[in-house]
C-alpha cells in the first residue's frame, strides 16, 4: 500500500486551511499530523478518507502499481474520530454487527466479541451503549475501526477520554498497524507524538521525521 499526496489543498468558504500540502507513504509508514486548532488536522484526515473533496491537489492510493478506486481505499480503511456516530440504543455487539453488515464484510458475532475482547469491554458487549462512559465509547471506536483489519488507519485525537489502561490498549494497536499498513494520526497530545515516525506539523509551514519533518 503506498499513498500520494501532492500539492493539497482545501478552502472553505473562501477561508484558506492550507495549501500545497505534499508527501508519501510506504507500506508500515506511519505519519503525525500536529498544529494548532483550525490549522486542518481534521480536515486533511477527512479528505485523506474520501468524506470530502480538496480543492485542489491530488489523493493517490495504490496497491502494487495500481491505483485504487475510493470504494477500493474505504473497503481497506479504518477510522476514529469525535464525529464518529455509535446507535446508543443499541448494544456493542450490535453495532458491531451492524456496521460489518453495512460495509459487507464477513463478519460473526464470535469476530464481535473478539474485537471488544481486544479493547477489554467483553464484558459489556450486551449492554446498550447508551450506558458506556465516555472512555469506553472511545475503545468501542477503536473496535469499529478495526473492523476491516485495516491497511489504512487513521486516527483523530485517539487517546481523547481514555484512561491509563486504554492508553496502553492504544498503544498495542499502534504498535500491531505499524506492522499490517499505514497509520496517520491527528493530535497535539505531546504523549502522541512518538506514535509516527514522520511529523506533519500544519500553520507553521514543515513535513519532518521524527527523522523527517514537513511544515505547512
Known amino acids: 500500500m503506498q499513498l500520494q499526496v501532492i500539492e493539497l489543498s482545501k478552502t472553505f468558504q473562501r477561508r484558506k486551511v492550507f495549501e500545497n500540502i505534499s508527501f508519501s507513504l510506504r507500506d508500515c509508514d ?32 495504490s496497491e502494487q502499481g495500481h491505483n485504487l478506486s475510493w470504494r477500493q481505499v474505504r473497503q481497506r480503511l479504518g477510522w476514529v474520530a469525535a464525529e464518529l456516530v455509535l446507535y ?56 469499529f475501526a478495526l473492523l476491516p483489519e ?24 499502534i504498535e500491531q498497524q505499524k506492522q499490517r499498513g499505514l497509520l496517520l494520526v491527528a493530535t497535539n497530545d505531546p504523549r502522541e507524538v512518538h506514535y509516527g515516525e514522520t511529523l506533519l506539523q500544519l500553520g507553521a509551514g514543515d513535513v519532518s521525521n521524527n527523522e523527517q519533518r514537513f511544515t505547512f
Open 30 to 61: 506511519s505519519l503525525v499530523i500536529t498544529g494548532p486548532n483550525g490549522s486542518g488536522k481534521t480536515t486533511l484526515l477527512r479528505l485523506l478518507c474520501g468524506f470530502i473533496r480538496p480543492t485542489s491537489g491530488q489523493i493517490i492510493y
Open 88 to 143: 446508543e440504543e443499541l448494544t456493542a455487539i450490535e453495532n458491531l454487527n451492524f456496521f460489518a453488515k453495512v460495509r459487507g464484510l464477513s463478519h460473526t458475532t464470535a469476530d464481535s466479541k473478539r474485537l471488544l475482547s481486544m479493547m477489554a469491554l467483553e464484558r459489556w458487549g450486551n449492554a446498550p451503549v447508551a450506558s458506556y462512559s465516555a472512555g469506553m465509547k472511545q475503545r468501542l471506536k477503536f473496535a
Open 150 to 173: 485495516p491497511e489504512i488507519l487513521l486516527l483523530d485525537e485517539p487517546s481523547s477520554n481514555l484512561d491509563e489502561e486504554g492508553r496502553r490498549l492504544l498503544d498495542s494497536i
